[in-house]
């Protein structure tokens, strides 16, 4: 809310760098707005710190901000005590092959919904709008028992398979290929070229940013899920890295263990903090779809 | 945006490339009403979208079905034997103590999370609602944790709500006071959980409300502003009247994450003392101690009409303003 767009005529006008103008700058701008973004950094600058200290500079009554010998012992602990390298792994395949499968089926679906003449897309595209709004949370305990019964538990396409179908992906690439112009698959449509070629060659050169878009917001769910993973998984060869690191927490919980419980969290957000701060504007766009008005 | 005009496009004769003869399958499919172009595009169709819909239909429409079957029954997880029990499970659940315990729970966690998140996300969205530089790095920043894992967060917090070692333990220590017991403590655990989830989530709703803010018409801000009309003023009389759009989605889609909030509450109160949800109930019924498959079930299906409730209720009144299509 920037007061100094319009000169009210009325009031007396303050010249642009007087002191008054200064400080209400200050307060209405920049203070605000650094507290919101220390209130954020804070506690994940903290994660990082004391990922790096011992345990005596942890369990103590003074508060030791900054690591006084900074030490990768947290990290190797956190890698001997519990198979750290293989959750790694795990949740690397499963974020790969999971994202891929689902972006893959994503943009069949969605060219489907809107190129291809189908008598009852509309009921196609309800039922997939409904699949939207039913969360996994409410399923796990059926696919729990589906998944065990074909012998998927403990195993990675076990974790990997009840996620790909995919309702998120279709219903916004579905949004972003009416907005294309048809001229230019009628183009394609002359030349003769089939569905299959109409897709790969005009619909989806166009449309990656949005394909970047499902892409990313699914790696980031796909890295980050736990429920699922938790439940089909108890042995430690299976794990994904937050199942992994509920593990270590299990382990670790007297005091001393905290550097390397921190060191476990900076593996898990890490990596996904990355591509966040690289490709923030897609995976926001992409989170906060369906919320502008118009 | 016309949102149907090329799916409800039905196949244009027009452009049919001239064939040389009518070959038999297209007499027989055309007797049926189906031409060959068309029946060559609903193959096409299925061969598209019966992966995705075939995923779809097995492990998020069955599953609900499932857990209508599996909740009528006295079921140990894992044991062979189930008795047919009929709406036994939602009796025992709501006349027991479980009812009002976990619904309360929920409804608590609920409104301070959906309460919490949407009033700093709104002063959020307030402050980042200038021209001042650094407004993208901090939009950024805020919305930061809504991506991270709820895991690794919960260990983060845990770690400064410690009541040994914690951050906040040393603030209580510097003022004299003792640190609360913040995990053996089901209201306090309960509290803690609700400011991790709001910490969380906030950077979600102040991006959307700075959405919304920046879509409201310049010109009447400016036309109220002349008539001598405060920031406060302005924001509470044209603000956030024409705001209630995003308000109202944003209540809809952060009651429905609220219910299904299930990562910091496992990670932060693994026993679920004092912050059972309906969510972290039905898993700890069926994969906590007690292996009652039925029993979680039944509860699942309390949460499922509950969200199926609010989920009826946003296209009932958001459809209309909500841009999806």
Sequence with gaps: MSTAVTPAPVAAPDTAFSRKNLLATLSAGYVPLVLATLVVVLPLLWMVLNSFKQPSEIVTTQLQFLPQAPTLDNYQAAMTTVPFGRFFANSLIVTAVGSTVKVVLAILTAYALVFVDFPFKNVVFVLILVALMVPAQVSILPNYILIAGMGGKNTLWGIILPGLGTAFGTFLLRQHFLTLPKSILEAAELDGAGHWRRLWRVVAPVSLPSIATVALVTVVSEWNDYIWPLIITDKPESMTLPVGLTLLQNTESNGAGWGILMAGSVLVILPILVVFAMLQRYIVAGLTQGSVTG | ?325
């Design chain 2, 1 to 325: 945006m016309t949102h149907t005009d090329i799916s409800r496009r039905t196949a244009p004769p027009v452009t049919e490339p001239p064939r040389a003869s009518v070959t038999a399958p297209e007499r027989r499919s055309a007797r049926r009403g189906w031409s060959p172009r068309r029946r060559r595009d609903f193959l096409i169709f299925l061969a598209f979208a019966a992966p995705n819909l075939l995923l779809i239909a097995v492990f998020t429409y069955l599953p609900l079905l499932n857990n209508i079957y599996y909740s009528t029954l006295d079921w140990t997880l894992g044991s062979p034997d189930a008795a047919v029990v009929g709406l036994g499970n939602y009796v025992t659940f709501f006349t027991s103590d479980d009812a009002p315990r976990v619904l309360g729970t929920t409804a608590v966690f609920m409104l301070f999370t959906v309460g919490g998140s949407m009033a700093l996300g709104l002063l959020v969205a307030l402050a980042l609602n200038t021209k001042a530089r650094g407004t993208t790095f901090a939009r950024a920043a805020v919305f930061a944790p809504y991506v991270l894992s709820g895991v690794g967060v919960g260990l983060v917090w845990l770690f400064i709500f410690d009541p040994g070692y914690g951050v906040l333990s040393w603030i209580f220590r510097s003022f004299g006071a003792k640190s609360p017991e913040w995990i053996n403590d089901p209201q306090l655990a309960l509290v803690m959980v609700i400011v991790v989830y709001v910490w969380k989530n906030l950077g979600y709703c102040a991006v959307v409300f700075l959405a919304g803010l920046q879509s409201l018409p310049t010109e009447v801000m400016e036309a109220a502003s002349l008539d001598g009309a405060n920031g406060v003023r302005r924001f509470l009389s044209i603000s956030l009247p024409l705001l209630s759009p995003t308000t109202f989605f944003l209540l809809i889609t952060t009651m429905l994450s609220s219910l299904q909030a299930f990562d910091l509450i496992r990670i932060m109160t693994p026993l679920g003392n004092g912050t059972s949800t309906l969510i972290y109930e039905a898993y700890l019924q069926a994969f906590g101690a007690y292996n009652r498959a039925g029993y979680s079930a039944a509860i699942s299906v309390v949460l499922f009409a509950i969200l199926l409730v609010v989920t009826v209720l946003q296209l009932r009144f958001v459809e209309k303003k909500v841009h999806y299509a």
